[in-house]
């Protein structure tokens, strides 16, 4: 089995620090969204206790629930066994989920500008080379389908562009 992990793989397996790096901005925006309600209410003479406490519960609650749907969009690993491959999203590897493996094949590799995207069962990720210390070996994986890694001397990937990916 071939693994590549990516640059922001967690460093350690702590469930709860993970989800709140996840949920920073939206905590921010959601603090600055309350703080100006507060505001108005203040300005216009309202009692602050309820619509403050409330209003702290709602923006952990939703900070929580975007940091989890961050952590889902989040491509951490890629893996492949034989002709087949799987991602793994941070979620997956927080919470311990098994993930499903998907023919190479079918992962129809295409270029975009300095990056590529990969189709895995109907969705497609986008694979950037600042994240990813192992890019021009992924690529190289996914044309050999899911066998070699890249030999030293054979570049995939320069200029931002890639030279012949059909």
Known sequence: MLTFKSL???RHNRKFSII??????SYAFL????????????????????PGI???????LLSNLFGIMALKRNLIELKFQGDFFAIVTAY???FEKDVDYYPVEFSNLSAEGNSFLV????????FRPESWSAFNEIVHT????GE?????EEPQFTNGYFSTIS
Do not use: C, M
Request: hydrophobic share 45%; no cysteine.
């Open 8 to 10: 922001s793989y967690p």
């Open 20 to 25: 709140q790096e996840h949920s920073s901005r």
């Open 148 to 152: 070699l890694p890249l030999p030293p």
């Open 54 to 60: 409330t209003g702290v519960f709602l923006v952990t």
């Open 119 to 126: 189709n895995y069962k109907g969705q497609f990720f986008r």
């Open 31 to 50: 603090f600055a969204v309350l703080g100006v309600i507060l505001y108005i209410y203040l300005a216009k003479h309202k009692p602050l206790l309820i």
């Open 142 to 145: 996914f044309r050999q389908g």
């Open 92 to 94: 997956d590897a927080v």
